[in-house]
């Protein structure tokens, strides 16, 4: 049975899951494992940071559309305007 994936408010859960093809790109992630894009973000941020002599520069997106594969969350309106902050906010490639 699949849990709900939801917020308490009701909107779908942004997941993502990182193609098996680029898993070694991404070491802390384990590819084909569906689970919220944030968090997912968040995992790879913090390794980059811990990356010896290596500087990090925030991307438009952390998590590449080449690299991984999206579901859920709501869409931005035809505007692309919405109230969700940056971090909560679908990906639309």
Known sequence: MERDR????GQ???EAR???ECAYLYPPLEPNRWESA??????????L?????RGYTA????????HFEFRGGARRTESGSDTQP???KPYIS
């Open 49 to 53: 940071l811990r990356q010896p002599g």
């Open 6 to 9: 939801s917020t308490p408010g």
């Open 12 to 14: 779908a859960v942004r």
């Open 18 to 20: 990182l193609k098996p």
């Open 59 to 66: 991307p438009e997106r952390v998590l590449r559309s080449e």
């Open 38 to 47: 944030a968090q997912m973000a968040d995992r790879v941020v913090a390794w």
């Open 86 to 88: 940056r971090r909560l």
